[in-house]
C-alpha cells in the first residue's frame, strides 16, 4: 500500500523540483509548459493502465493481464494472483462436485433433489431410470408432472416421510419402488428411489407358498382329526396306551389346524388384494362379545373386567377386529396366573385417539423381548406358549390389523407384575 504512495509523490516532488529548477534557469512560461508537458504525459500512462485493465476486466476468462509498470505493476499483479487463486478454486470445486457426482451416480439407489417447491433440481442416472426422468431437460419441471402417479402425488402432499412409499409400476411395467422423501437444507427434499421388484416377487412368492401349503393341509388335517376323535371316543376303546396316543394325537391335530387357521389369516391380511371391509362398527356393543369369549377361556378363573369409557363408533372392519381383540384377552388370560385381574378397557385419549387395551396381572415380559412380540413366531417362553395352545403367531396377527386400520399396537409390561396391549386408532377413525 505503501509503494502505491511513495511512487506517486516521488514523481510530484522531482516534477516540482524541475520546475523550480527551469523557473529558475529560464523563465515561469517554460516551466509552466515542462510542467503540463510531463503532467499530459503521466496522465496518459494511467488512463492507457485504466484502459487495459478494462479491457482485460470485459473477459477475464480469455484474455491475459499484461505486465503493468509503475504503480500499476502491482496493482496489476495482485489483480493476477487473486484471478489466479480464484482459478485454483474453482477447480478444485469442479473436481470436488464431479467427485460428488459419480458418487451419487455409483449409489445403488435413484437420487432426486428437489427444491422447496418440488421442482427438480438435480437427479441421478438411476433416478432417471427408474422414474422416466431426463437429468437435463427436466431440470426445473414440477416432480409430479412427471411422476404422476395418485399415490406419489399424495405422498409428496401429505409430507409424512417417515415411511417410504411403494410404487408399483412407476413407467407403466413391472417395475416396483420404494421412495423415500429425506428433507434437508430447511426446505429442500432428496427423493430417494430403490428398485424392490425382485424383493417383492420373492416375497410374493413366499407368501403364496405359505397360504397354498396351508390351505392344502387344512383338510387332510381336519379328516385326521375326525377320525381320531371318532377313535378316542369309541366306547370299546380299553387300551389305555390307546386312549392316550389318541388324545395326545388329538391335542396335535388340533393344534396344527390353529397354526393353519392362523396361518391363512395372516396370509389374508397380507394379500394386497383383499381391501379392508370398512363399516361403521358400534365398538361397546362389540366388546361385551370378546369379553364372554374371554370369560369362557378363563373357566372362571380369573377376574375379567370390562370398562367401556366412550360411546365412540369406530370405521373399520369388524371381522378383523374382533380378531385383534381377541387374541389380546386371549393371550392375557393365557399368560396370567388363576386369579389374576384382566381389564378391558375402550376409551378416548386426551388428543381424541381411540384406543381398546387390554391390562392383566399376569407374568410379564422383559425389556429386550418386547420389540420382538410381533414377529411370526417370536415366543418368550417357547413351552409355556404350546402349553397354553399358542401358535406364535397372534400378535403378528394383531399388528397387520393394527396396520391396515393406521393403528398402533403399544405395548408396555414389567416382569413379574404384568402387561399393557392396546391398540390406538387415529382420530379420522372416529365416527
Ligand atoms: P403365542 O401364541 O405364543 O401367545 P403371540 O404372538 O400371541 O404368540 O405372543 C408372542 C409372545 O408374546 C408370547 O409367546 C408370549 O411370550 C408373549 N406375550 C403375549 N402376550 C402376553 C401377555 N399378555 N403377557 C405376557 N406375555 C405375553
Keep these: 500500500m505503501f509503494e502505491l504512495w511513495r511512487r506517486p509523490l516521488i514523481f510530484l516532488l522531482m516534477l516540482l523540483s524541475l520546475t523550480l529548477l527551469v523557473w529558475a534557469a529560464a523563465n515561469s512560461l517554460v516551466a509552466a509548459i515542462i510542467f503540463g508537458v510531463l503532467l499530459f504525459i503521466r496522465w496518459a500512462f494511467h488512463v ?64 432426486v433433489s428437489l427444491d422447496k417447491a418440488d421442482h427438480i433440481e438435480w437427479c441421478n442416472l438411476l433416478a432417471e431410470r427408474h422414474l422416466g426422468l431426463d437429468g437435463v431437460r427436466d431440470v426445473g419441471q414440477q416432480i409430479t408432472y412427471l411422476a404422476r402417479q395418485p399415490e406419489f402425488v399424495e405422498y409428496l402432499a401429505a409430507k409424512k416421510f417417515a415411511d417410504p412409499l411403494i410404487l408399483r409400476g412407476p413407467r407403466q411395467d413391472d417395475l416396483v419402488l420404494s421412495c423415500k422423501l429425506v428433507s434437508y437444507g430447511g426446505s429442500k427434499k432428496l427423493l430417494i428411489t430403490r428398485d424392490i421388484t425382485s424383493f417383492e416377487r420373492v416375497e410374493t412368492m413366499r407368501r403364496d407358498f405359505v397360504a397354498n401349503v396351508s390351505h392344502e393341509l387344512r383338510t387332510p388335517l381336519t379328516v385326521v382329526n375326525g ?79 370390562l370398562d367401556v369409557l366412550s ?35 375402550w376409551q378416548l385419549l386426551e388428543n381424541g385417539q381411540p384406543v381398546f387395551s387390554v391390562k392383566d396381572a399376569g407374568i410379564g415380559i422383559a425389556p429386550q423381548h418386547l420389540s420382538r412380540l410381533t414377529e411370526r413366531f417370536y415366543r418368550v417362553d417357547s413351552s409355556r406358549s404350546r402349553a397354553t395352545g399358542g401358535t406364535g403367531l397372534g400378535l403378528a396377527i394383531v399388528k397387520h390389523i393394527a396396520n391396515r386400520h393406521q393403528a398402533r399396537l403399544g405395548i408396555s409390561s414389567e416382569e413379574g407384575k404384568g402387561s399393557t396391549f392396546s391398540i390406538e386408532f387415529p382420530v379420522s377413525r372416529r365416527r
Excluded at 66 to 72: A, H, L, Q
Excluded at 91 to 111: F, I
Excluded at 312 to 328: I, V
Design 48 to 111: 492507457r493502465h485504466l484502459v487495459v485493465l478494462n479491457y482485460w476486466l470485459q473477459d477475464p476468462e480469455k484474455r491475459e493481464l499484461p505486465d503493468g509498470s509503475g504503480p500499476w505493476e502491482e496493482v496489476y499483479a495482485r489483480i493476477y494472483k487473486m484471478v489466479r487463486e480464484h482459478r485454483k478454486e474453482r477447480t478444485k470445486r469442479a473436481a470436488a462436485l464431479h467427485d460428488m457426482e459419480q458418487a451419487t451416480s455409483a449409489l445403488p439407489e435413484g437420487v
Design 227 to 305: 377320525f381320531v376323535e371318532t377313535l378316542h371316543d369309541m366306547p370299546n376303546l380299553e387300551n389305555d396306551m390307546a386312549r392316550r396316543a389318541l388324545s395326545l394325537m388329538s391335542e396335535q391335530t388340533q393344534r396344527m389346524e390353529s397354526l393353519v387357521g392362523d396361518l391363512l389369516t395372516l396370509s389374508k391380511l397380507e394379500d394386497k388384494l383383499n381391501v379392508l371391509q370398512e363399516e361403521v362398527l358400534d365398538v361397546p356393543t362389540l366388546l361385551p362379545r370378546c369379553y364372554q369369549d374371554g370369560l369362557s377361556l378363563s373357566g372362571g378363573q380369573h377376574e375379567i373386567k
Design 311 to 345: 360411546d365412540c363408533k369406530l370405521l373399520g372392519c369388524a371381522e378383523e377386529l374382533r380378531s385383534a381383540f381377541s387374541n389380546l384377552v386371549s393371550n392375557a388370560i393365557r399368560y396370567t396366573p388363576p386369579g389374576g385381574e384382566i381389564v378391558l378397557t
